[in-house]
């Protein structure tokens, strides 16, 4: 009790801790539990973070003691702090800062006009006096009642001065330029339009400080809220189904609203807190809201932050796992398929590995028929992903669209055939190479499925795939050659002349080759082991400064805002390096060795040998040949 009345943030997290540790393991008095949840509660919004989640900690050790007694003295309090701290305060005090004890210490204010922004709806409106624009009204209303009947060439003057005094009378700006620029005016005397323009622009670009209403960045800490969201979750998960009667729709209601908070580590919190409210309200209750909680369910699995995502994947498994078999869950299959399917691919392992588990346990055996009755909502939230904003998702789409065609019964997926094969053409344009790699191969699965169905579309992927086959990255070339290979299997002498013509205007040009050290020549090497050249290289501005940033696995701009998929079909927005030649000979080659599986007899000989240029060196010999190239060949003489 003595360290959880101390100033020090240390002495009380380490009290918090002790007095966790002491409810556990003990078996205190009633009066002193009572004194550890007024203390513990006393610190529900500390000034540190790390006090506030213990508080969560030792709530659920109080409740898992003393039962939903804590629940009711608790819960009207934790639920006011998440009221009063869902919408960031704008007021002066959310200035304040963290001390290194954990107080609350005041900043220097922020210096007005710090960023300047078009106004937005949402942003704060300062209404503060200002020189300049009570100058300007009071000119406004002069020149007004001086003209009481302006003809027409002074109707635009009068609508600006009518706009003048409207705007000076809902707000303005303030600070030492305001008084510079009114007494500039003073001293002028000028009563034309300039000081209007002038106030006009002040007022079409108000000030809106960093962190401020549509500023605030969606990552960065949001007070108490998430750990009051915590200190809920732990008051549910202590109690466990008793506070059932307690959930009711008004607390219900608030914790949907968090989980489309701005703020992903809200949203999280969120979704993990639904988890436990799944888990109490077990049974009828639950039955009762299960729909109202799989919509919300459903848009955090398909969340741009892997985080949410895994806490729905979470709260999805607990609701469907609560539920049991029965017309309920079946019921609630269009909403919570389609996503909990496509997380079977989604990057983050921890995402995928949870979802396929979840998807052994909720459906067993009976997954296929399971999205075979659902086909519709699969097939638009899958065409639907394969435009999203995140490359990762696109990247999973193409791959649930692959096993969609080649393992679902093929009554139910061929008419949805054309549709998801265009979504296909469109991420094989994409500027992440993961999306256009996972196209690539899930293309090639999709017309040895559907030969038939996709002849309509095929001739524009197997161009596709030809120009893939010199991409600059290697996985897209192999893959491309894979493709390939398969759409040989499935149209036979169909595209096996095209094939042909690609080897024998691809294959040799890695004699066009250039040396890299070309643009760096003049140098010497006469240094240790020779390095001087490449050593410019890794020093050169112009190669490694002021460049574009780019997000991990990705060809998008680290911070750009427009999507990823900018096309139709008929226009490829890949990334536009030029390609080399020696790329473009490699990936010949993988084609080489595909074809030689499928039609061993249409390799001849030809296609080892040079064209006569250079003594009959082909590219096996050639000095522009790579390794991986080389070692290709090697296979396909073996």
Request: glycine share 8%.
């Amino acid at each position: 009790m003595e360290l959880l009345g101390q100033q020090s943030w240390e002495k009380k997290l380490g009290g918090l801790m002790a007095a966790k540790a002491y409810v556990d393991l003990a078996q205190p008095d009633e009066p002193l539990l009572e004194r550890l949840r007024l203390a513990a509660m006393g610190l529900l919004e500390d000034g540190e973070v790390r006090v506030r989640m213990a508080v969560g900690d030792c709530l659920k050790s109080l409740t898992r003691r003393q039962g939903i007694a804590v629940v009711e003295a608790c819960l009207p309090e934790v639920l006011d702090s998440i009221s009063r701290n869902f919408d960031r305060s704008e007021e002066p005090d959310d200035e304040a800062a963290e001390g290194p004890d954990g107080q609350r210490l005041r900043t220097a204010p922020m210096e007005d006009f710090a960023t300047e922004s078009p106004a937005q709806p949402g942003s704060p409106v300062e209404r503060p006096s200002s020189p300049l624009m009570e100058a300007v009204a009071a000119e406004a209303k002069a020149a007004a009642a001086a003209e009481p009947s302006p003809g027409a060439e002074g109707t635009l003057r009068c609508e600006v001065q009518a706009a003048a005094v409207a705007a000076a009378e809902n707000g303005g700006s303030s600070g030492a330029r305001d008084k510079e620029l009114a007494s500039s005016q003073a001293a002028s005397g000028n009563s034309n339009g300039g000081s209007l323009v002038r106030m006009l622009l002040q007022s079409t670009y108000r000030k809106v400080r960093p962190g401020r209403g549509e500023m605030r960045h969606g990552t960065e800490g949001w007070k108490c809220l998430e750990t009051s969201m915590k200190a809920l979750q732990a008051l549910v998960e202590g109690c466990g189904p008793v506070i059932g009667p307690l959930l009711d729709e008004p607390l219900r209601e608030l914790l949907y609203k968090a989980l489309h908070h701005p703020n992903r580590f809200v949203r999280e919190t969120g979704h993990l807190t639904m988890c436990t409210v799944c888990a109490a309200l077990r049974g009828p209750r639950l039955r009762a809201i299960a729909g109202q909680v799989a919509e919300r369910l459903a848009d955090g699995m398909g969340d741009n932050w892997s985080q949410v995502r895994y806490a729905a994947c979470v709260s999805t498994r607990s609701l469907l796992e609560w539920l049991e078999e029965g017309e309920e869950r079946e019921a609630l299959m269009p909403v919570l398929l389609p996503p909990m399917c496509l997380n079977r691919y989604y990057v983050a392992e921890g995402v995928r590995l949870y979802a396929q588990e979840t998807w052994l346990r909720v459906m067993g055996d009976g997954g296929r028929a399971a999205v075979a009755r659902h086909i519709g909502p699969v097939v638009t939230h899958y065409t639907l992903q394969a435009r999203a904003n995140n490359h990762a998702v696109r990247e999973a789409a193409c791959a649930c669209i692959a096993e969609l065609m080649e393992k679902v019964d093929r009554t139910a997926v061929g008419p949805h055939v054309p549709a998801l094969f265009r979504s296909l053409v469109v991420c094989f344009k994409d500027m992440s190479w993961p999306v256009r790699d996972a196209a690539c191969i899930a293309a090639g699965r999709a017309v040895l499925a559907y030969p038939e169905e996709m002849r309509p579309l095929a001739g524009e992927m197997l161009g596709l795939w030809l120009a893939h086959l010199a991409e600059n990255i290697p996985t897209v070339r192999a893959n491309s050659a894979v493709a390939l290979a398969k759409a040989l299997r499935a149209y036979g002498d169909e595209v096996l002349p095209a094939l042909l013509a690609a080897l024998d205007d691809m294959l040799l040009r890695a004699r066009e080759q250039l040396a890299e050290s070309t643009k760096y020549s003049g140098l010497s090497n006469e240094t240790k082991f020779g390095v001087a050249a490449r050593k410019a290289r890794d020093n050169d501005p112009q190669v490694h400064s002021d460049q574009e940033m780019f997000s991990c696995g990705s060809l998008m701009a680290r911070f750009s805002t427009s999507y990823l998929i900018r096309s139709d079909g008929c226009m490829d927005h890949g990334f536009s390096r030029d390609k080399e030649p020696w790329e473009v000979s490699d990936g010949a080659v993988h084609l080489l060795r595909e074809v030689a599986v499928v039609r061993p007899q249409a390799i001849t000989e030809k296609h080892f040998e040079g064209d006569g240029d250079e003594g009959g060196r082909g590219v096996l010999e050639h000095e522009g040949a790579q390794p991986c190239t080389l070692f290709i060949l090697v296979q396909i003489l073996l």
